[in-house]
Nanobody, 115 residues
Framework: QVQLVESGGGLVQPGESLRLSCAAS????????MDWYRQAPGKQRELVAT???????NYGDSVKGRFTISRDNFKRTVALQMNSLNPEDTAIYYC?????????WGQGTQVTVSS
């Protein structure tokens, strides 16, 4: 089993940057595909970014070129660097770990972009 704890959320102004981090406990972290999802009020949860166990990345169309996902298998962390934030990025951001049929979620961290 994997436990995930997100951190780094907060209130920022449009155009600013924020870096989210997700710390994992449990075994086999390096074998998991790691994702960041987000959910805005009244909207469905959407996939923001993915990084596979091999380091391949994929991004949602709305964040391409602005967000970067990375992982450190030694530290068992995954990060989401978010640049050029805009109010539409306001949401709760969730870390997710997936391996075959096993999936785990963190509790989420709030990101608010507002002037």
């Amino acid at each position: 089993q994997v436990q995930l704890v997100e951190s780094g959320g907060g209130l920022v102004q449009p155009g600013e940057s924020l870096r989210l981090s997700c710390a994992a406990s449990g075994s086999g972290f390096s074998t998991y595909t790691m994702d960041w999802y987000r959910q805005a009020p009244g909207k469905q949860r959407e996939l923001v970014a993915t990084i596979t166990s091999g380091g391949n990345t994929n991004y949602g169309d709305s964040v391409k070129g602005r967000f970067t996902i990375s992982r450190d298998n030694f530290k068992r962390t995954v990060a989401l660097q978010m640049n050029s934030l805009n109010p539409e990025d306001t949401a709760i951001y969730y870390c997710h770990a997936q391996r075959v049929s096993l999936g785990y979620w963190g509790q989420g961290t709030q990101v608010t972009v507002s002037s």
